[in-house]
């Protein structure tokens, strides 16, 4: 089937501590995936993408690579800011479907603390 | 640069009410869509359309009608609001319905149908 799972959250850090947040995906071939970012009371913004096994799509400070082997696209920033608290959002287009319509994970809320 | 426009930003309706959520885009992009978003639901696909003149529907089209009569805007009709179509609604644009260009979403309209 065509899914995105995310990491459960929410997730709590110091200011300059290491995130990581897990993205798996199941597909049948390649597609793109992405990172959406919602601040409270906004819309979702487009953080970084990658289109092909890989790939490592980068924005912001924060990193994420195509790994076809474990079938994860990992967000990563090596010191997150009070600014980074947000929601997260790991998606890929449906594939199979032929309607555009992305796939999102579940959404990981991170709340970072001075 | 504007990406996709929204408004209004937030409405309040009565139930039975009729009202149009405008989105439009300038980035001459071919593919746009309808979500709203609900808690524990996560970003369902109303509408969508792949060009000017195409509309079809997504996964959960009913109480809404959409048309796409050029490229840059792709307004959303409630018919008759219900107290269910309490949500927040994002626009997304995207170069065409396939490929590996990124979504761009507008920053929401929340609507709030009493």
């Known amino acids: 089937g065509n899914s995105v799972t995310q990491m459960e959250g929410p997730v709590t850090l110091s200011e300059e501590a290491f995130l990581t947040i897990n993205c798996t995906y199941t597909?049948?071939?390649?597609?793109?995936l992405f990172w959406y970012v919602q601040y409270p009371g906004e819309g979702l913004q487009l953080l970084l993408k990658?289109?092909?096994?890989?790939d490592k799509g980068s924005n912001k400070g924060f990193e994420a690579t195509y790994r076809k082997e474990t079938t994860s696209f990992h967000l990563e920033k090596g010191s997150v800011q009070v600014s980074d608290s947000a929601v997260y959002f790991c998606?890929?287009?449906?594939?199979?479907?032929?309607?555009?319509?992305?796939?999102f994970g579940q959404g990981t809320t991170l709340q970072v603390k001075p | 640069n504007a990406g996709v426009t929204q408004t209004p930003k937030f409405q309040v309706l009565k139930t039975g009410q009729s009202m149009t959520l405008q989105c439009a885009q300038d980035?001459?992009?071919?593919?746009m869509s309808w979500y709203r978003q609900d808690p524990g639901m996560g970003l369902r696909l109303i509408h969508y359309?792949?060009?000017?003149?195409?509309?079809d529907q997504g996964e959960v089209p009913n109480g809404y009608n959409v048309s796409r009569s050029t490229t840059e805007d792709f307004p959303l009709r409630l018919l008759s609001a219900a107290p269910s179509q309490t949500s927040v609604y994002f626009c997304?644009?995207?170069?065409?319905?396939?490929?590996?260009?990124?979504?761009?979403f507008g920053s929401g309209t929340r609507l709030t149908v009493v």
């Open positions: 597909a049948t071939g390649y597609p793109s």
């Open positions: 998606a890929r287009p449906h594939g199979s479907s032929n309607t555009g319509k992305l796939i």
């Open positions: 980035m001459n992009h071919e593919y």
């Open positions: 997304a644009s995207r170069p065409t319905l396939g490929g590996s260009g990124g979504y761009t």
């Open positions: 990658a289109t092909k096994a890989d």
């Open positions: 359309s792949v060009g000017a003149g195409i509309t």
